[in-house]
């Protein structure tokens, strides 16, 4: 199956250069957010939405496994339903699972690679239009947390060097997601997760509520939060929580 | 059959007696884990609204302490959404709760692990595990008290709405559970064309998904996609 297009064209990426500019740059504004009034599933939204730009991807996931090791999407680039679905089925089969479980990259799969490998993982990836996904292992020294998932329209493969940086990435959302330092205690690190899969469906919730408010899509709903949230230094955790009791004026987070 | 739904299911078949299904439900957790005793409680934004269920006298003591008192790990638990586990309440309770923890470690409370019962921002109760000595619990342990607590949100959310107490249990509390976007946005959605709140609005997919015959997430995409709207206080049609 191999050969028949040809992956990532050197004028097709960035040069060299550019990408460890922008990746400077993208680690600084990721750092930026890790200061006071962090909210980690808004932080994980904008390093999904850094993964694919800097690894020339179309979609980006980060799931995050449970206490019973299933796995979770906590944060996605594209809210396309049929995106989600591919998120949700690797509760059960994916390269996801099998990052998540043997703790390496799984890199560079191909359609008849997955179709082969996950039976009713693959078939969703051909259905979703994409060509090529990789799962990259979120680790905390010996344990693996989760995983980040990227789906690619068109054939490509990840370099070393694009390894080595969506490993970056994924390390980057491990310390993120344990923002507390003392993570060598089991349980914290146990509540620190739970919490982190709790307030991903508070802001679901929040989310439909704006949407039904204002009558919009709920990708457009969910924009507009991260819009208020970053105009007003809150945690979209906040402001989530504050459209649900309706101490928010909704009317200020209009949709544009 | 995923462990949460075994645990209901034994919950239902059991001989139960006189007891509620809350407590069948602390019972058993506290059977099948190694700790002393389980409490449950009702939880608020207010914070502690009361006792629902307890395994034995020390576990009622415990919730009623931190009914009392205000503080506690069920009420850190429930307001920060994430569990609180002290395995080592002597060592570690005082800074934390200056009334509650002199109090439970009097009382022969030696380890608490706390679990909110919580679906996002619907906050139902606290099932809070104690032990009369020190340690931690394994990460199996943990797991199991994790589907316990999966198990009695289900419970209490179904209690919110008009199921008796001690009656059958509700058909869908035995469907698989689903933690998918779409289901928490279309709540969101729900409660806002219904005017009702989250937890009825959860109610209120699950039965019309039950009602329809089909599944929860094809459900919840129709609402998400705007080809199923909700309206207050009438028929759903």
């Known amino acids: 199956?191999?050969?028949?297009?040809?992956?990532?064209?050197?004028?097709?990426?960035?040069?060299?250069?550019?990408?460890?500019?922008?990746?400077?740059?993208?680690?600084?504004?990721?750092?930026?957010?890790?200061?006071?009034?962090?909210?980690?599933?808004d932080f994980l939204h904008t390093l999904a939405a850094t993964s694919v730009e800097l690894l020339d991807a179309d979609a980006a996931g980060l799931m995050l496994a449970d206490q019973r090791g299933e796995l979770h999407l906590l944060a996605a680039s594209s809210e396309e339903t049929r995106t989600l679905e591919l998120f949700e089925l690797q509760h059960h089969q994916g390269p996801c699972l099998d990052a998540y479980h043997q703790g390496v990259a799984v890199v560079n799969v191909d359609l008849d690679t997955a179709e082969q490998r996950w039976p009713a993982f693959g078939p969703a990836v051909r259905a979703g239009n994409f060509s090529t996904v990789h799962a990259i292992p979120m680790r905390?020294?010996?344990?693996?947390?989760?995983?980040?998932?990227?789906?690619?329209?068109?054939?490509?493969?990840?370099?070393?060097?694009?390894?080595e940086l969506s490993q970056g990435l994924a390390d980057i959302a491990t310390i993120g997601l344990l923002q507390e330092r003392a993570v060598q205690q089991q349980q914290v690190l146990a509540e620190q997760l739970q919490g982190a899969l709790n307030s991903r469906v508070v802001i679901e919730q929040a989310k439909g509520m704006l949407a039904a408010h204002h009558d919009v899509a709920v990708p457009d709903a969910f924009a507009a939060m991260r819009t208020y949230a970053r105009r007003t230094g809150r945690p979209l955790s906040n402001v989530a929580i504050e459209i649900i009791d309706g101490t928010l004026d909704q009317e200020q987070l209009r949709p544009s | 059959m995923d462990r949460v739904q075994r645990i209901l299911r034994d919950l239902e078949s059991a001989d139960r007696g006189s007891s509620t299904l809350p407590e069948a439900l602390c019972a058993a957790c506290a059977a099948a884990l190694p700790v002393t005793g389980v409490g449950l409680a009702l939880m608020s934004k207010r914070g502690p609204e009361g006792l629902v269920a307890a395994s034995d006298?020390?576990?009622?003591?415990?919730?009623?302490?931190?009914?009392?008192?205000g503080e506690g790990p069920c009420v850190d638990a429930s307001s920060g959404g994430r569990p609180v586990l002290h395995p080592e309440l002597r060592e570690t309770g005082g800074p934390r709760w200056p009334a509650f923890a002199p109090a439970a470690l009097q009382a022969g409370i030696e380890a608490v692990f706390a679990f909110p019962l919580q679906v996002g921002a619907i906050r139902l109760g606290v099932l809070d595990l104690y032990r009369d000595v020190p340690g931690t619990l394994s990460p199996?342990?943990?797991?199991?008290?994790?589907?316990?607590?999966?198990?009695?949100?289900?419970?209490?959310?179904?209690?919110?709405?008009?199921?008796?107490?001690?009656?059958?249990?509700?058909?869908?509390?035995?469907?698989?559970?689903?933690?998918?976007p779409e289901v928490h946005q279309a709540t969101g959605m729900i409660a806002v064309q219904a005017a009702v709140g989250l937890a009825e609005a959860l109610l209120l997919l699950r039965a019309r998904a039950f009602s329809d015959g089909r599944g929860i997430v094809a459900v919840a995409r129709d609402v998400v996609s705007g080809n199923l709207r909700f309206h207050p206080d009438s028929e759903q049609k």
Do not use: C, W
């Open chain 1, 1 to 41: 199956m191999s050969g028949i297009i040809e992956p990532s064209t050197p004028h097709e990426r960035p040069s060299t250069m550019v990408t460890q500019q922008r990746l400077l740059q993208a680690f600084v504004e990721l750092a930026d957010t890790l200061v006071a009034d962090f909210d980690v599933i």
């Open chain 1, 140 to 163: 905390l020294r010996d344990e693996v947390i989760g995983a980040m998932n990227l789906f690619l329209v068109r054939l490509g493969k990840l370099s070393e060097g694009d390894i």
């Open chain 2, 57 to 69: 006298g020390l576990a009622k003591t415990m919730e009623d302490l931190q009914f009392d008192l």
């Open chain 2, 140 to 180: 199996q342990v943990f797991r199991d008290a994790l589907a316990f607590s999966d198990a009695a949100t289900r419970v209490l959310l179904y209690l919110q709405g008009q199921m008796p107490v001690d009656g059958a249990l509700h058909p869908d509390l035995l469907l698989p559970q689903h933690d998918r």
